[in-house]
């Protein structure tokens, strides 16, 4: 017996979205929406919403926490989060963030996702790095693993590249993103997630990548979108990225403001160039 409180988890109409779904949206170009979540009441609003990918992600620390960065987020954290997350979900796809230094050999990231898949439910992990990061996906994917390749902006490196910044405005670091985009596909990534970089970078990566790119901050061609939701709501405290919309400014309640959110991924209505860097 389903004790769940959730009425959407009783519903047996909507099939639950699958790698293979993702990869049959780009191919089609029906537009992806994500969101992040951090517990069941969110990704229950995000799946009555229609979203197809809820994140959770390290983000966490930051929206959730308070910190000022993602570093102290602990493979604990990940987990709870991840399988709490995973109890308010019955149709879109779970991704969890595999959390700072957590993957920093193959044995370690294997292990990270192991506890994320097992105890957190996840269906497929994320981490940041380029051509760096090819052995460990490769090994993990030979292993089972769905990954999702984080390029772009990477707010773990926060302190070696001394804030966030948008990343590939001159061409050598357009050049090395496109090639890494590519490594890590050939490695086994089964999906890509930029950030923060111009939308005519975020066209040709999207353009010459043969898995699902999606994209925050990188502008409307990426096969799909993803924010923070409580940035979507307006929760969340201090200036605004350019690439954020309120949703709440147009809805008169959560599930509104969120199913807008889904709808304007999906018609292109989001991001306009007001979202989006050049
Ligand atoms: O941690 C996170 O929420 C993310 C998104 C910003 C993509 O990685």
């Known amino acids: 017996m389903n004790t ?10 909507a099939k639950p979205v699958t790698i293979a779904d993702l990869a049959r949206m780009k191919v089609d170009g029906e537009k992806i929406a994500c969101l992040t979540a951090y517990d069941a009441s969110f990704a229950a609003l995000e ?14 620390g930051m929206v959730v926490q308070g910190e000022s960065t993602t570093v102290p987020v ?53 981490f ?23 390029i772009g902006l ?42 923060c970089v111009p939308s005519a970078l975020g066209a040709e990566i999207t353009a010459n990548a043969g898995v699902p790119v999606i994209g925050i901050g990188a502008g409307p061609d990426t096969d799909g979108q993803i924010l923070v ?9 201090g200036k605004k990225p350019r690439f954020v919309r309120n949703f709440m400014d147009d809805a008169n309640s959560l599930d509104a403001a969120v199913a807008n959110y889904v709808a304007a991924v999906k018609s292109g209505d989001y991001p306009s160039a007001a979202h989006s860097f050049t």
């Not at 990343?167 to 997630?193: F, N």
């Open 4 to 13: 769940s409180p959730y009425p959407h988890l009783q519903q047996q109409d």
């Open 47 to 60: 799946d009555r919403a229609g979203a197809d990918v809820v994140l959770v992600g390290d983000s966490l």
């Open 74 to 126: 602990t493979v604990d954290h990940m987990v709870y989060h991840s399988r709490i997350t995973a109890a308010g979900l019955r149709r879109p796809f779970l991704m969890a963030d595999l959390p700072f230094l957590s993957y920093a050999t193959k044995h370690d990231a294997l292990d990270t996702s192991r506890r994320l898949m097992g105890e957190g439910k996840a269906q497929m992990v994320k």
């Open 128 to 150: 940041e790095g380029g051509e760096i990061q090819a052995d460990t996906i490769e090994h993990l994917s030979m292993r089972g693993v769905p990954v999702c390749a984080h």
């Open 154 to 195: 990477q707010p773990q490196l926060v302190h070696k590249m001394g804030g966030f910044k948008i990343q590939g405005r001159d061409k050598t670091q357009a050049d090395t993103m496109l090639r890494d985009a590519r490594i890590l596909e050939e490695a086994g990534a089964d999906m890509l997630l930029l950030e």
């Open 229 to 237: 939701v409580y940035d979507i709501l307006g929760l969340s405290p």
